[in-house]
Each structure stands twice: as structure tokens, then as C-alpha cells.
């Protein structure tokens, strides 16, 4: 460790620069701007009209990693199990698994202008994905959409399943 003086002696040896005025620095080093490159990719008609088709089979839709039965990521498998928990009638919901195609995958990030999977469409339109989901749940949003949509089993039918 060095002493106060020994350090002393050593600061006043390393020369000091002046600091240049701010005009010097802006003639010397100009601003630089850099753009990144826009890449836009336009969904194709094919796409778009498969897309259209599979968000129309079903009152509830959602593209997943994996299935149902065996979700394929963390994000998938919460929402499934919130659609579970909320009570959707298994008659009134399909799942497609976006592993299973690159253009699907791709194709329904830019279909609804949403970056991540899982993506939930009750009737035809775009709700979220696990993190809009998660916090529809949480608040009852989703319980009332859910609802005010028809797309819960009946209460009769849950009754029945409950008394097995």
C-alpha cells in the first residue's frame, strides 16, 4: 500500500492534460448517426388465409409451442391452464402447435403484431399472449370476456363432471 506522500509524488508525475473546449471536440469528433436497417416482412396471401381459417375454426384459438397434452414451453402450458382454471368448454377451444410449422410460426407474430407465442384469439380477435393473460385472470377480465363470449361449459354440465 503506498503512503499518503509516496502517493502524492506519484500523481504530480503523470502529466495532466487540458481539457479541450467544446467547439475543439465537435470539429474533431462529429456526431455520428447510425440508422439500422428496417426489415419488414410482408405475410403472404397464403399465410394470411391459413392464419384467417385457423383463428376462424374455434370461438377460442390459441397458437401454442406444443399441444394441450404436452405444452412445449413454460409460457403455453400457464396458458392452458388458465384457460382450464377459467372453465372453456373443450368443445369451443383448438390449439394449434406452432413447432410444427416455420411459416405459422412466423406468420402469426406478424399476423397480429404481437413478437411472442403463446397467442389467444376468442372469436377472431387477438386478446394477448401469457403476460396479457396472466393479468386478465388475475383482475377477472378475462373470466367476464370469457363469459359475455358463451365460450365457458355450461354450469349444468360442470355440475355433472363435478358429481362423478
Request: charged share 25%; net charge neutral; aromatic share 6%.
Amino acid at each position: 500500500m503506498l503512503s499518503r506522500p509516496a502517493f502524492s509524488a506519484v500523481s504530480r508525475q503523470i502529466p495532466r492534460l487540458s481539457s479541450p473546449s467544446i467547439s475543439q471536440c465537435l470539429r474533431v469528433a462529429p456526431p455520428r448517426v447510425q440508422f439500422k436497417s428496417i426489415s419488414i416482412r410482408y405475410l403472404s396471401s397464403e399465410v394470411r388465409t391459413a392464419i384467417d381459417k385457423a383463428v376462424g375454426t374455434a370461438p377460442v384459438v390459441l397458437f401454442m409451442k406444443g399441444t394441450p397434452e404436452i405444452p412445449q414451453c413454460g409460457f403455453s402450458r400457464a396458458s392452458i391452464q388458465i384457460l382450464g382454471m377459467q372453465g372453456v368448454d373443450p368443445q369451443k377451444f383448438t390449439a394449434f402447435n406452432v413447432l410444427e410449422d416455420e411459416a405459422l410460426r412466423q406468420g402469426i407474430k406478424e399476423y397480429s403484431d404481437w413478437p411472442t407465442i403463446p397467442q389467444l384469439y376468442v372469436e377472431k380477435e387477438f386478446v394477448g399472449g401469457c403476460d396479457i393473460l396472466m393479468s386478465m385472470h388475475k383482475n377477472g377480465e378475462l373470466a367476464k370476456l370469457l363469459e359475455e363470449k358463451g365460450v365457458l361449459v355450461p354450469a349444468e354440465a360442470e355440475d355433472v363432471t363435478k358429481a362423478e
